[in-house]
């Protein structure tokens, strides 16, 4: 899927030289503030939420599902002709700040060619923003702002949303941060104007253009599969150790043959190891991780008909294989980037997210307390999954009276409980009875609820994002795959 980019209207640079537009929209000052962009000394601030500032941050605009792939800092490119129309960049970050704060800030971004000194508002390529520091709630927001946009992303780029939007430099309360500077973070002001009652944003042309990642990047699609064409394929590991996929091919699963041998001590039973599948690189194709009873968690590659021979990712996890009373891991994307994070099941009942950073998981503090009688698959399990299709991993508490609540997702955190399904206190999968397993099966990006009875009947109940409707039986014969012993079946 690809944002819309407006790269037509300004395909030449510099812009063409106009004559002055007295009456153009006036900025919230007639400083010249290119004029004092290369100025100031770094203040040793890398975010506003720091040095006495708001220790709360507000919400922030919601990013899109990036890759890895970002382009440079935008160039010292400061004002040098008169233009000032109003460029798609400022004009589109007006209406994304406005929609996400229910803000109708006019914004200024033109200023007239006559008015002042150097400005990227005469070019119509700056926004200011109006926020004031002396209303807590608007400081508030006006922090978190640029925060976000200066924050590391998940793949460890630093500054990104600045990056992709191609943001020159920003102002704000006697602070401006420069792209040319970065590495100095936040630098001190000396304009006439403190910028206290809003934030300047000042784009290279071709964040102004949209001709930048924020608005072309093709983005990361939904979870992926084994085959890659993001509809769940099924995955049997047989007691003998090999692996066989079963591709979805919408109505049923086709026998694709053996993919991997030598995983009969790797079927999670007691004083085994434990296999995963899961998206790690982000590339729509199901991975195999494999946790060895040491501990060590290696990652085994999906290179289109085989998985490679693995790395060494994370270790320390011997006493997370998931037997009874021992922790859990989890793996699904948390924060919506294309790669799946690492969720940890703790022993004292607490959930932390290891975000994934590309080669490891990152530690973060815990994001949900009082799980501790899910470690006994008796009182229940847990799931994570994106049922709402969003692309961040949302908690499912399978109940031991059968009730399924849901707790949506939002990146960081789980949200309020709902009742979504109920009649399932026979599936908490001890053996002789069934089994749950939530993947996407029709390529929709939601997770569907697969049934598997034990009479070894499969069923697909479709995800309609706050239920999943009375389910189509999908595969049979599957009886010895219900654990106590016997195989096990995936699906991802």
Not at 285 to 311: A, M, P
Not at 448 to 465: A, E, K, L, P, T
Request: proline share 3%; charged share 20%; aromatic share 12%.
């Amino acid at each position: 899927m690809l944002l819309a980019s407006n790269t037509q209207a300004y395909a030449a640079d510099p812009a063409p030289q106009r004559a002055t537009i007295g009456s153009a929209a006036l900025a919230g000052d007639d400083e010249g503030e290119s004029d004092f962009a290369d100025l100031g000394a770094p203040t040793g601030e890398a975010s506003m939420l720091e040095g006495g500032f708001e220790v709360a941050a507000a919400k922030v605009p919601d990013s899109p599902n990036f890759g890895p792939a970002i382009e440079g800092y935008a160039a010292a490119d400061y004002q040098t002709t008169c233009d000032p129309d109003e460029k798609p960049g400022p004009v589109s970050l007006r209406a994304l700040l406005n929609s996400t704060y229910g803000l109708n800030r006019t914004g200024n971004i033109s200023r007239a060619c006559g008015s002042g000194g150097k400005s990227e508002h005469k070019e119509g390529r700056a926004l200011d923003y109006m926020l004031d520091v002396n209303d807590s709630a608007q400081k508030k927001i006006a922090n978190s702002v640029v925060d976000w946009m200066l924050d590391t992303d998940s793949y460890g780029h630093k500054h990104a949303v600045a990056r992709r939007m191609g943001i020159m430099y920003i102002i704000w309360n006697r602070k401006i941060w420069s792209a040319s500077r970065a590495s100095e973070g936040w630098r001190s002001y000396s304009g006439s104007s403190p910028h206290t009652d809003h934030i300047h944003f000042s784009f290279g042309w071709p964040g102004a253009r949209k001709q930048t990642s924020w608005w072309t990047a093709a983005l990361p699609e939904g979870p992926g599969s084994v085959d890659g064409d993001g509809r769940a394929d099924l995955i049997v590991h047989n007691t003998a150790g090999e692996i066989s996929i079963r591709n979805n091919k919408g109505s049923f699963f086709e026998n694709s043959g053996t993919r991997s041998t030598g995983w009969d001590s790797y079927l999670g039973y007691p004083g085994q190891g434990r296999l995963y599948y899961a998206d790690i690189n982000g590339d729509r194709k199901t991975d195999l991780l494999n946790q060895r009873t040491n501990g060590e968690i290696f990652v085994r590659y999906n290179r289109g008909s085989y998985w490679d021979d693995g790395v060494l990712f994370t270790k320390g996890w011997q006493d997370y294989l998931g037997g009874e009373g021992q922790g859990k891991l989890f793996f699904a994307d948390m924060n919506g980037d294309g790669r799946a994070d690492l969720i940890v099941l703790q022993y004292d009942g607490s959930i932390v997210v290891r975000y994934n950073r590309g080669s490891f998981f990152e530690a973060q503090p815990a994001v949900s307390q009082g799980w501790a009688d899910y470690l006994y698959e008796v009182n229940g399990k847990l799931y994570f999954t994106d049922v709402n299709g969003d692309r961040k991993a949302d908690m499912l508490v399978h109940r031991y009276n059968g009730d399924i609540n849901i707790r949506y997702g939002t990146g960081s955190s789980f949200g309020t409980s709902y009742l979504i399904s109920e009649g399932w206190a026979s599936y908490l999968g001890d053996g002789s009875n069934g089994r749950l397993y939530f993947a996407d099966i029709n390529g929709d990006d939601k997770s569907d609820m697969i049934v598997h009875r034990y009479n070894g009947d499969i069923s697909v109940r479709y995800s309609q994002s706050t239920s999943w409707d009375g389910g189509t039986l999908f595969s049979q014969g599957w009886q010895d795959y219900l654990g106590n012993g016997g195989g096990r079946l995936s699906f991802a």
